[in-house]
């Protein structure tokens, strides 16, 4: 059966738009039709949509203000329409932190929001010290010093597992 799902994303460094496209290319070979827009230029109608899926990448522990402000401006309707969300992450990179359920950063998301998605997956992002500004590469380097991550600044690791995309767009699909 085709759906129209709508791929609202907020990324910084490029990653969970490399993922939504990743999802895009296999829902699109799976027959589905899809608009993929980045939360700063959404204004459509969301019932439009039979699926609606929400994908936010993390900076400073935190998902973009914007995501959050959206989800809690249009909860109704997101609550009438199938939807996911997937947040992409460096801490995601630790098997016992890739989970929705064992990331602290979904956790946490999931506790100051009242708003249940009908399915939630987590991805782990890129490092790449080479793109970040001076003091975003000095703030993640400490965090990655403390949580015992490379700190080289020559660094760039893509920690994405694509099998885990795909076996997400498969879920998507199901909806």
């Not at 609202?8 to 829902?27: A, M, R």
């Not at 359920?101 to 080479?130: M, Q």
């Not at 920690?159 to 795909?166: F, S």
Request: charged share 30%; with cysteine.
């Amino acid at each position: 059966m085709k759906s129209k799902i709508g791929i609202i994303y907020s990324t910084v460094d490029g990653q969970t738009l490399k993922i939504c496209n990743k999802l895009k290319e296999v829902l699109q070979q799976n027959n589905q039709e899809i608009d993929l827009i980045s939360i700063d230029d959404f204004n459509e109608d969301i019932t439009k949509y039979d699926k609606l899926v929400i994908g936010a990448s993390i900076r400073y522990g935190v998902h973009n203000d914007k995501v959050i402000e959206f989800i809690k401006t249009n909860k109704n309707k997101l609550d009438s329409i199938k939807t996911a969300f997937f947040s992409v992450n460096l801490v995601a990179r630790k098997p016992e932190k890739n989970t929705p359920e064992t990331n602290p950063y979904v956790v946490k998301f999931f506790k100051t929001i009242d708003w249940k998605p009908t399915i939630v997956e987590v991805f782990a992002g890129k490092l790449d010290y080479k793109k970040y500004p001076f003091f975003d590469r000095k703030m993640i380097q400490l965090i990655m010093w403390m949580t015992k991550g490379p700190t080289n600044s020559d660094a760039e690791i893509e920690y994405t597992n694509w099998e885990k995309v795909n076996e997400f767009a498969q879920e998507l699909i199901k909806l």
